[in-house]
């Protein structure tokens, strides 16, 4: 459970600077018995997590450095976990799209993007019958993944296919943020940046989605490396390397600091970092598009080139619904399962989001909790 | 009178043996009993009078050539072509050789009248040497009477208004040279034939060359049927340039070819260098004093400093021969006075083959030696330093002693900095190099930019370094470098080991326990006649 504390808060600051992942012991994150999630109204059911992933937003929300825009659509306490693959009461194998759009916050009618379908784009989230909250995990109201047991609005339910085992189906959910963003990508060449969990599904959902695509990417350690390559990208480069990369395969002119005349139509930030955005536009061709997919945070960056060069920089949060059925199809027919790379019971959540921290460097992909064996999860 | 080169067997007797080690040195004890160290010969007796020697080539031309003066006349168009900045190595003290011809030259053409004349540096796709540079190497008086004109400048393989295409061999090979130069009525090419490789056609025919033509005999199929450089009449390299003469020859393109062989005295008989070229037994007190002071100095400078030292050093070559005339007759005279100095006879191919790298190698003079020319100078210029058989057996082991730093001149050479990083992290292999990304970096806008107005080697250029090494590759079970950078030497697709004896424990998993083992005791220049 994650609480409004702000000594503890500071604290995580300093020591998530200090070490990633570092905020878990001394912050406002903590492991406790507490009751289970009411059911909010009509339409909402138990959910039993079996695995939840630890995402890079619940990193930076455990290490203190996510920023102060989301304090109005987050209620405390909440319990984290919104990659989240569970049971029903009757047994149903379920994976949740965490966003909580109109429809779960019983708002009517909805509001115009959901009603579009874009639940993504829900200009509601601090409405409704719910705790303010974009996400379940992030919302008082609905519990999250990390815990043995949440609600969920039947909206946000999608089934399992049998055949799907629970580490395949625990990768639905950031499948789909990555099946989402590669939709938005329409360049014959793409600069991707980063190559942790979202950036290796978002390689493979790029490829699947445009196979002539020039795919160059960026990875720091070398199992990021052989995946990137594996899940579709052509070149792969280290992140001091992608410039000189970009301007060899675009064939561009390069000036005496490094700046390129030309560059990429496309970049994909799945970092989200000051350099990386720094990078991002340095690498755009004059006219391209960069796509924020990485939670980015406060951030100073030189927006010049934006400016003189005509770079659009656009943002890519979560999903739509039917981006989860592309995403159902991307795990499977790649078995992405095989990202999970370890899994940890909720005790060693400390453990947990250590090895999430440093993921990369251990060479890890994806770390998630495994409550299946929870002695709770069947006494609720 | 000097000594010949020599094969010592190694015994328990045989003291540490030195190794170059880049902008370093080494001192390593081979095992006795497998071992032995090729040497090369000492230094030649240089000519007394160069001068003189230079003259009378002029007036007595070999093979089918007038001399000089009976080629000139009033009002016609004269190119005089001379070697660039990648020979000799290290650059020779001044005057350079290129001057002395080249001054002795310009006598008999003023002589003649001719005032139409252009002197071209013939470097192919390296990079274009600096206004110092070329000072240095055809003299002041001759720069200045030139070069303020526009008379004396760098070839340009990438100007499309000054290339002439002059036809195909019979293979197919495209001919495209310096348009100034093949418009000449006679075409002058001054020659330092540093090793056997240099000079003939490949002079003309690839030093004022455009990428067009240079692809047709540096790639990796004609590098593969090159065993090896050093030996002309078993070179595919030299086939095809021989071919292209035959083209030049029959456009109507006259060559007056001028060739000039160089002594190995390439750290000189007294100062501190001197040492480099003394055999280790031979060493005095002074000899070990004077190289422990040496070496514990190198290392405790940083490299920048280091580097200038080393980069500083101008060699005391004497000048051997000096042949002038018809292409082909002078480059046979010449081919055997550079083996004359250079060529040991040694009995039978090895197990494993020492090599320590210098600091220096034809590309990176007052640069840096990147991995790629690491690789380059190991596989593709010591490996070949053979005639008959490669002095390492297929399938043996070749140890190189070397820092390997990750580390690239950015003026110099920035497609290296991409090969590097960009192909090389794909593939090692030359062919799938060529086939996937050759074409992209030969006519990549901004290398050509580099290339023709800054100081940088051609976009192509890190490739055909690699090709150069194409033979080797594929000939040798295992490639190790002693002191490397790990995970340069990695990427270059070899293997570090931290000491020579880690390099062959190495070595013995696949050449065997009781692997035999050659050192090339190079620098100074020694070739293996593997008999």
Partial sequence: ?380 | MPRPGFVLDVDRSTPPILFHHGESLKLERLPAGRSRVLYPAEPLEPLDDPDAAIRHALENPLGDSAPLRALLTPGMKLTIAFDDISLPLPPMRRPDVRQRVIEAVLDVVAAAGVDDVHLIAALALHRRMTEAELRHAVGDRVYDAFAPQGLLYNHDAEDPDNLAFIGATPHGEEVEINKRAAESDLIVYVNINLVSMDGGWKSTATGLASYRSLRHHHNVKTMRASRSFMDRHQSELHSSNWRMGEVLKDSGIKVFQIETTLNNDTFGTSGPMSVLQKREWEWTARDRATFIGMKAGLDRLPMKARRKIFNSWLAPYGITSVQAGEVDAVHEVTTDNVFKQQLVTIDGQTDILTMGLPYICPYNVSSIMNPILVMCLGLGYFFNMYRGEPLVREGGVLIMSHPTPWEFHPVHHPSYIDFFEQVLAETTDPIEIESRYEKQYAEDEWYRHLYRTSHAYHGVHPFYMWYWGSHALAHLGKVIIVGGEPRSVRRLGFTPASTLNDALEMASDVVGRHATITHLHNPPIVMADVT
């Fill in chain 1, 1 to 380: 459970m994650f609480s409004r504390q702000p000594a503890k808060f500071a604290a995580a600051m300093v020591a998530g600077r200090l070490v990633p992942g570092g905020g878990a012991k001394v912050g406002p994150l903590a492991l406790r018995d507490v009751d289970p999630p009411e059911l909010p109204g009509p339409g909402w059911v138990r959910v039993r997590p079996r695995l939840a992933g630890i995402c890079g937003s619940d990193l930076a929300t455990i290490d203190g450095t996510s920023s102060r825009w989301f304090e109005p659509i987050v209620s405390f306490p909440f319990t984290p976990g919104h990659e989240v693959v569970g049971d029903l009461d009757d047994g149903t194998r379920v994976v949740v799209v965490p966003v909580l759009s109109c429809v779960a916050r019983g708002i009517r009618p909805v509001c115009g993007p959901c009603a579009e379908g874009h639940i993504n784009h829900c200009e509601r989230i601090g409405f409704g019958d719910l705790e303010p909250g974009l996400q379940c995990g992030f919302c008082e109201s609905t519990g999250g993944g990390w815990s043995t047991l949440m609600v969920a609005h039947e909206s946000q339910l999608v089934p399992v296919p049998a055949e799907l085992s629970d580490e395949a189906a625990v990768l639905i959910e950031p499948t789909a943020c990555a099946a989402h963003a590669a939709s938005l990508v329409h360049a014959g060449q793409v600069a991707l940046i980063g190559s942790g969990t979202l950036g290796l599904l978002t390689i493979a959902a790029l490829r699947r989605a445009r196979p002539e695509a020039d795919i160059l990417a960026t990875a720091k350690h070398p199992r990021q490396r052989d995946l990137a390559k594996e899940l579709g990208a052509d070149t792969v480069v280290a992140p001091g390397e992608l410039d000189r990369l970009v301007r060899a395969r675009t064939g561009s002119m390069r000036l005496d600091n490094g700046q390129l005349g030309g560059g990429v139509e496309a970049v994909v930030d799945c970092v989200g970092s000051a350099e990386s955005i720094a990078q991002a536009l340095r690498i755009a061709a004059p006219g391209g598009t960069i796509h924020a997919v990485g939670m980015p945070g406060v951030t100073t960056v030189d927006l010049t080139p934006l400016w003189q060069r005509e770079v659009a920089l656009k943002g890519t949060y979560a999903y739509e619904r039917a981006d989860f059925d592309t995403a159902a199809v991307l795990v499977q027919d790649l078995d992405l399962g095989c990202l999970l790379s370890a899994t940890y019971p909720l005790r060693r959540y400390e453990d947990a989001i250590a090895h999430a921290a440093r993921a990369g460097a251990r060479g890890a992909v994806k770390i998630a909790f495994d409550l299946r064996s929870e002695r709770e999860r069947d006494h609720i």
